[in-house]
């Protein structure tokens, strides 16, 4: 990683170009440091897809002692046509800039390297041996929890959310089985998709935890109501859960749903950062193959703890041609 941080910072090294890191020069500001702009906007994206290609281009910027700055264009699923929380740019919705540096700045700034797909793609080939997959290993998690702790941070308005949901759960101090099942798109059986798992697959595994006599609730993460409802008739009071979400009854992504609420897409992100973190700070975990859960997985390293139990069912992808469509 050294010797790729010294090819990289050196402006004279041609061998740059394969890495697509040419600096451009837009203003006099920053003129000692190498500012890395990452606009990432990808409208197929669901929330944690797009959080997997964010963390991804700051372990690049990270390794390349690149100072990262990011903006969520207008593609992005979850930006609103107005305004939230003062700002315009989707990414600080939720979360601060990453470093001292802000977009206006960044865009006068002397040195800038813009982030280009390419960057991501071969930090998920470094580090799992493939690109864009949902196949993850501990050497990715890793590298991906140490960027979370140090870029990643939510601002105070998303931690708030975060935190009070949390406490209205009333599950701090207990011993909780997270569980992470997806519905709605993933029962359409998209290629290149995770297969889509059962309730009664997921009741298997969870009665075989809850036998160890360890936990004493299971919290729910789903974006099905279908799927809510099996639970309620299996688990009672037993499970708990956010009643104030956004859920289908069909097989078309939440992600990609239209609402008559106001800033529908804001909370939409909102909503699945707060399951997310929910996840993570659950004392075990049950889940399918899925954005969410990895996640959850990541945040959980990156404040140095781990799971207690950890079961992640895993049926393969599809491969069959059934393209995946947002509608």
Not at 267 to 292: K, P
Request: charged share 25%.
């Amino acid at each position: 990683m050294a010797c790729l941080r010294n090819l990289f910072k050196s402006e004279n090294c041609p061998e740059k170009d394969i890495f697509r890191v040419k600096i451009s020069h837009y203003g006099v500001l920053n003129q000692k440091k190498i500012i890395y702009y990452i606009a990432e906007d990808d409208g197929n994206l669901g929330f944690f897809a797009m959080y997997r290609y964010w963390i991804e281009y700051l372990y690049f910027a990270d390794i390349c002692g690149y100072i990262p700055v990011i903006y969520s264009g207008p593609d992005f699923q979850y930006k609103e046509k107005k305004k939230v929380n003062g700002t315009n740019n989707a990414f600080e919705y939720y979360f601060v800039q990453p470093a001292s540096v802000s977009v206006q700045n960044a865009k006068i700034s002397r040195n800038v390297v813009n982030a280009d797909i390419v960057h991501r793609q071969m930090v998920e080939l470094v580090l799992t041996g493939k690109y864009s997959n949902y196949k993850v290993n501990k050497r990715y998690m890793n590298m991906m929890a140490y960027i979370v702790n140090k870029y990643m941070q939510f601002n105070q308005i998303t931690w708030e959310y975060i935190s009070n949901g949390i406490k209205r759960l009333s599950i701090e101090g207990e011993k909780i089985l997270g569980v992470h099942i997806r519905g709605t798109d993933f029962r359409s059986g998209y290629h290149d998709h995770p297969v889509y798992i059962t309730e009664e697959e997921y009741f298997h595994e969870i009665d075989l935890l809850f036998r160890k006599g360890m936990y004493t609730r299971i919290f729910v993460a789903t974006d099905d109501t279908r799927i809510l409802n099996n639970f309620m008739k299996r688990y009672g009071e037993q499970i708990c859960f956010y009643d104030d979400i956004k859920r289908s009854k069909t097989n078309q992504s939440v992600a990609f749903s239209k609402d008559e609420r106001k800033n529908h897409k804001y909370f939409l992100g909102l909503e699945v950062i707060r399951d997310m973190y929910t996840l993570s700070i659950c004392s075990g975990l049950v889940a399918g193959v899925s954005q969410v859960a990895i996640c959850a997985q990541i945040n959980k390293l990156a404040r140095k703890e781990h799971y207690e139990d950890i079961k992640i069912i895993d049926n393969g992808l599809n491969k069959n041609n059934h393209f995946f469509m947002r509608y």
